[in-house]
């Protein structure tokens, strides 16, 4: 998950550390949802 987070939205591994569970899950789920649409994958 912090993956994904990282290479689209470029933050430090500290930077998300910080953050709770569930505030990362948004973040993964917006990362996804950006990478789908610019690289045009359906689904």
Request: charge should be negative; avoid cysteine.
């Amino acid at each position: 998950m912090m993956t994904e987070i990282a290479a689209i939205f470029h933050w430090s591994y500290q930077e998300m550390a910080a953050m709770e569970l569930s505030e990362l899950s948004l973040w993964n789920k917006q990362a996804v949802e950006w990478f789908h649409r610019v690289n045009g994958v359906k689904g």
